[in-house]
């Protein structure tokens, strides 16, 4: 019913004339005194709540990257859990400010849903779980299988594309919630549950008995996910497009959360201007100059928090991948500040 | 100048203290102002939907839809359009919702007569049927047919089997499909015609009971009109008919006819639930007929069952047929929970996955609306004019 309430609200902000400009976003942040972030309903290490109820992981860190930027304090974030389904009617109804939720960038996306990608926080792919016993190595090997997944994704797209270019028969059964999809899997509904493959291994934990689970080999697609803004404010597109990249910087130099006190006086003139002790960069984006040291400072730069999320420091121990930086063979690369 | 402007005032009161015209001039200001505002209201919808770059129009309908239904009345594949994927589930809908009121009416009758009987067992186990099942959530009833029910019977290797033929496993029950050869066309005109007979003979028996009041025995002679000519024609045209066995294959059952559990977990909750309000309506229907009649139906020598059928139902009935079209509509109005459980009804793949996939989400609520609208409309209209012909008439 999110979903209905979402649309009556656009309803209710469109039907009113178009005369009145909109507030910049970053205007509207700065009186609420939060950050209103969309993130998935529980995806361990990129947006679940923890024992204690606070929102970790890979994408509420850019969250709360964004808000050191803004407030220096990492914790005025206020979440939004949501599913594939109501992600991009709460972003367009102005619900909440930015999406982080594990989306992939597609085309339509960027185009006609009136949203904005601001970057690729995680090159990921689409891949499929199946039981052990099954006895299956490969994708290939899945014809005739019923396969459960997610509405309202790339994931249902997909899927469709990989068993009709190969005429292969399966029946799809998509349910509206992460959990739904997981328990119908679980209870033997379907001998294939398909998602991107970094929520393949997230929610593997979530099943009774992990070890049973094997994930096969195949990446049926490309998912670059990344944070989705609104068309149409310049200035929130950049300044969200520019944490992740001040991460991806700060990671590129050697800049992390414990070393950055001691790097504002570094004489190297990259670090110089990531940091704001040269030029005035962050001012170019609305935000202090000192924005790069606060991000940094609250939540570290892109190979921690991938570390501390997903990677070898946290649960799920995926390999950085393709996600390694440009430098060390992968496709993270963030352009210049200068 | 005054002179004027009093002439004016002067007809113009004349005019409004017409009552008539008065009534006519406030409804067609009414209908003047809500058109504007809904005009106003789609043209700032239209611009804002704009000036925000969000994709608007009806062009989705002839677009690739690219997603894949699991349950599908007529041939749809994943190239088939946005539009189709409309008429999929909407017909998804239609099916539950048919065959929900059909099993939810025969079930809530068969409960609202069982709690009346003077069987104390049976009148307290309907009693108990209708209080826990009308006061628990219909969501949780989906979930529970859903996942504990259907969701725990075995894979489709150790499938439950009657006698090889039908299989019943967590992928759903499989049966034979019947397959008709030529000459299946001449059975079905026989059926046609053997049950034109039977009307036939079924009205004449009757003008014969009105007329002189003598009752003609005609069952033998009906099943035997029905029965008899199809079975000879089968038998004279080599029994065109085969069936499609369902074959266990890789994962799954291919081939025969399968019901999918998603159908099945939604088809059981919405009729036990809505079967309890309508065994209360049937209830309450034949309690509000005055004691006197049956017993005058006794004193006529009218055996019980008789006098439930010829005297009781027919005028409970009149008070029974309006709140049960309410249940009807909620029938069909709560089949829009499928999505919990994915089954692809109207609402699911409309307002849910299509809207998603597309992002049009103004169109397709609006659509949606109006869809259900319609629907509970037509259902309300077939009611009322059945609520019509049920109605007392006087003599
Ligand atoms: N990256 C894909 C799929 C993302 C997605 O939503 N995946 C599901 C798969 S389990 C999920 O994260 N669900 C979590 C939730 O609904 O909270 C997309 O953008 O469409």
Redesign the interface.
Known sequence: MKRLVCALLIFAGIGVPASRVEAAVLDQVKTKGFLQCGVSQGIPGFSAPDDKGNWTGLDVDLCRAIAAAIFNDPTKVKFSPLSAKDRFTALQSGEIDVLSRNTTWTLSRDTSLGLNFTGVIYYDGQGFMVRQDKKVNSALELSSASVCTQTGTTTELNVADFFRSRKMKYEIIAFATADETVKAYDSGRCDVFTTDVSQLNAEKLKLAKPADHIILPEIISKEPLGPVVRQGDEQWFDIVKWTLYAMINAEEMGVTSKNVAEMTKSPNPEIKRLLGTEGKFGEALGLPNDWAVRIVKHIGNYGEIFDRNVGAGSKLGIDRGLNRLWSKGGLQYAPPIR | MSEIADAGRRKGRSLLDNPRLRAILVQSLLLIAIASLAWM?IG??R???A?????SGFGFFDVTA?????QTLIPY???STYGRAFVVGLLNTLLVSAIGIVLATVLGFAVGVARLSSNMLLSRLAGAYVEILRNLPLLFQILFWY?AVL??LP?PRQSLSLAGEIFLN??GVFVPKPLFAAGSGAVALAVVAGSALAIILAIWARRRRLATGKIIATGWITLALVLVPPAVTFVIMGAPLSFERPEL????F?GGLRVV??FLALLFALVTYTAAYIAEIVRAGILAIPRGQTEAAYSLGLRRGLTLRLVVVPQAMRVIVPPLTSQYLNLIKNSSLA????Y?DFF?VF???T?????Q??EI?AITMAVYLAISLVTSALMNWYNRRLALRER
């Open positions: 209201l700032n919808v611009t804002n939907l000036s925000r770059n969000i994709a690219g997603f894949a239904i699991s594949e994943e190239s996942l969701g725990t894979g967590n992928r294959k890789g994962f799954n291919d559990p998603e999505a919990a459980i994915g692809p699911y307002a849910g996955t809207l998603n996939q597309t992002g989400a103004i609520i």
